[in-house]
């Protein structure tokens, strides 16, 4: 099975037993509707690839984590929509959970996705006690307090904000739990896999903050000039767009680079690097380069 | 130590790694705020009391059984209290999160707190993987979907509420939780303790809606008529106080009378009365059937 089918299949065992018709239906059709059809899964494909790259010898625990991985990230993607956060009535090309379902239901999808992911995390890894602690604190630690999704995202309310401490709690944190969880989830030590997940998780943040610049709103799905909107503190205003870019470009080469040794590792590289020109392609650089000259 | 003493070192201990320096000063203290001080504790107890009467030999297990069940409670009064539902001002005689903080750190809080609870059990629970999967399952199946309190909760969005439905899931879900992860944590069957749990949150449930109608706001720390003003189903307003009451000392009984077989079975026994005479005096009744008279 490819990675894309891996995804959805293991998201939907994560939910299966949560959107039975038992459950009051709204709850569930928001529910859904934040995760399905989904975005790119950058991070459950990030986890696998590096399960993968470690020889994935528990592919359902790998699955399980990177099932986790999303469900976390597709939670806060609700909550930072709502009204009292960015007000966003678009995500992905359609409503956000609340404007299509309104605050309340946004609010409680977004508790009920953070639940279902380490349930089900949970559920699935007590089958693995051996590898159960480190991959449970690999992902808890990424959405969790004091360095994890949830603090960064609280950094917003912070009277004064260290925009590389921001963008490594915010964005950061939950790659780098893809990376070392999915060595963990392969029985691989997970520590030398942090650099990985934290350049990738900065190339990731700096390319939405060119692309909030240059990308055309069709393309991306969502408006843009939100961070400029929200007064947010954003690479792409911070240092300029040919900065931004170049420095994108270091972080793909600093990440293929930090691949540590493993079976797959030529593979992953060129991985990164494809990814890398997915989000921002080097002509764009060049172009800069010339505008700039 | 005392059961108050257990809880309260088994909420530290879950919170410590949280609540560093390096976390964003103020989600820590709205953390804190929606923590400490306490209300009555009444799950965590109920979790611990049901360990000790079963024999409670793996007692750190049990505190983080009992510490998880809070932090999820307490994550949910403080999204309840959110302008989007109850839109209270006051919580336990102070400010409420929101209230003190501001919508986007009562979100983030109450985020914070459900990762907390779990990732904290998930971490203990770990030392002991014979026991860990039907702790977890307990515990997450208390706050989860389809019959956990978030479902619950979402009940209030649904066009048509069952009571009974409305009210097992909203609060009758999270003390199943806490008898059955209470007597699984000592290693016991949990399924025989569901009905106390059961019975237990629906006696609150009533207690709360008569408290609702005829306690002095001082005494209760909130302020009282909630169901009236939110239109929300409420046992006082179908049934009427004089039938409520003597649902309340039905479900006393009957809660008391479930106490399966085991160590310390009288002992708690002795404390579900104590409890129904501390939540509804029995005093009540005489009043209400003299007045009714």
Chains 1, 2 share one sequence.
Not at 129 to 146: E, H, I, K, N
Not at 268 to 289: I, K, N, S
Request: a negative charge; one cysteine or more.
């Amino acid at each position: 099975m490819d990675i894309r089918n891996r995804i959805e299949a293991s998201l939907q065992r994560a939910l299966e037993g949560a959107l039975i018709d038992d459950a009051p239906p709204r709850l569930a059709a928001a529910v859904r509707h934040a995760v399905w059809p989904g975005g790119a899964r950058v991070r459950p494909r990030l986890c696998l690839a590096v399960a993968l790259a470690c020889g994935d010898d528990d592919p359902l625990l790998a699955d399980a984590a990177a099932a986790a991985i999303e469900l976390l990230h597709c939670a806060s993607l609700v909550h930072d929509d709502l009204p009292c956060f960015d007000n966003a009535r678009l995500r992905r090309g359609r409503p956000s959970v609340h404007a299509a379902y309104g605050e309340r239901l946004a609010v409680l999808s977004g508790d009920a996705l953070i639940v279902l992911a380490l349930q089900g995390l949970g559920a699935v890894a007590a089958r693995a006690p051996q590898r159960l602690p480190a991959v449970w604190a690999a992902v808890t630690r990424g959405v969790s307090m004091p360095h994890g999704i949830v603090a960064g995202q609280a950094q917003e309310c912070e009277p004064q904000v260290v925009l590389s401490d921001y963008q490594r709690a915010k964005t950061g944190a939950l790659f780098v739990a893809a990376t070392v969880a999915g060595a963990e989830a392969a029985g691989a030590p997970g520590a030398p896999w942090r650099a990985l997940g934290a350049c990738l998780g900065e190339a990731y943040q700096v390319a939405d903050d060119i692309r909030d610049v240059v990308a055309d709103p069709e393309a991306l799905g969502k408006p843009v000039g939100q961070d400029v909107m929200h007064d947010r503190p954003s690479s792409a205003r911070v240092h300029g767009l040919l900065d931004a870019t170049r420095h994108f470009g270091e972080l793909v080469d600093e990440a293929a680079a930090s691949v540590p040794a493993c079976p797959g590792r030529h593979q992953l590289q060129a991985l990164v690097r494809a990814e890398g020109e997915r989000l921002v392609p080097t002509a764009l650089y060049a172009d800069l380069l010339r505008q700039a000259a």
